[in-house]
T-cell receptor, first 113, second 112 residues
């Protein structure tokens, strides 16, 4: 079945270091979405990428969508303690199933001050 | 303010009891979803609904039931048949296929 894999599962960094999480789909995606979940909180939508090779930036966060639209990455430059949380990627099912998204397992980021 | 509300935030029940979790949205979204999240785990889809009076099973529907009588509301009942009900339950909504989902604050259910 359609799967979305995300690596690494955990990442521990020193404040100021960079961080990257990778997302790979078993099938071509119409779009890729990224969410952030703070500890004890709920997932919050960050961004959606639609075009092949698309790159979007949000301050220190850079999101990329692969040329084949099967992989994506989120890169954080100079991490801060406010970046702590779990980052999920998600892509829609290839068939219309009520807007069902397939979520990756998430990458949990911890930042040591 | 527009958004999704879930209540209560924390819920405690005895084993063998059914419990209903509330989810309300005023975003005018057609699609609504229920997810379960266990510690250190990702999101697993329980049920979803594209439209009023219609819903489909997700990946882990056994032991759960839902209703969608109103566009704004999508309550989830955790029945006594659910073997491991203790978890964090998240409700979400979206405008439709492929669009971003907006999540409620979640309900932490503990069954002892």
């Amino acid at each position: 079945g359609q799967q979305v894999m995300q690596i690494p599962q955990y990442q521990h960094v020193q404040e100021g270091e960079d961080f990257t999480t990778y997302c790979n789909s078993s099938t071509t995606l119409s779009n890729i979405q990224w969410y952030k979940q703070r500890p004890g909180g709920h997932p919050v939508f960050l961004i959606q990428l639609v075009k092949s090779g698309e790159v979007k930036k949000q301050k220190r966060l850079t999101f990329q969508f692969g040329e084949a639209k099967k992989n994506s990455s989120l890169h954080i430059t100079a991490t801060q303690t406010t970046d702590v949380g779990t980052y999920f990627c998600a892509g829609p099912m290839i068939y219309n199933q009520g807007g069902k998204l397939i979520f990756g397992q998430g990458t949990e980021l911890s930042v040591k001050p | 303010d527009g958004g999704i509300t879930q209540s209560p935030k924390y819920l405690f029940r005895k084993e063998g009891q059914n419990v209903t979790l509330s989810c309300e949205q005023n975003l005018n979204h057609d699609a609504m979803y229920w997810y379960r999240q266990d510690p250190g785990q990702g999101l697993r889809l329980i049920y979803y609904s594209q439209i009023v009076n219609d819903f489909q099973k997700g990946d882990i529907a056994e032991g759960y039931s839902v209703s969608r009588e109103k566009k704004e509301s999508f309550p989830l009942t955790v029945t006594s048949a659910q073997k491991n009900p203790t978890a964090f339950y998240l409700c979400a909504s979206s405008t439709g296929w492929g669009y971003e989902q907006y999540f409620g604050p979640g309900t932490r259910l503990t069954v002892t």
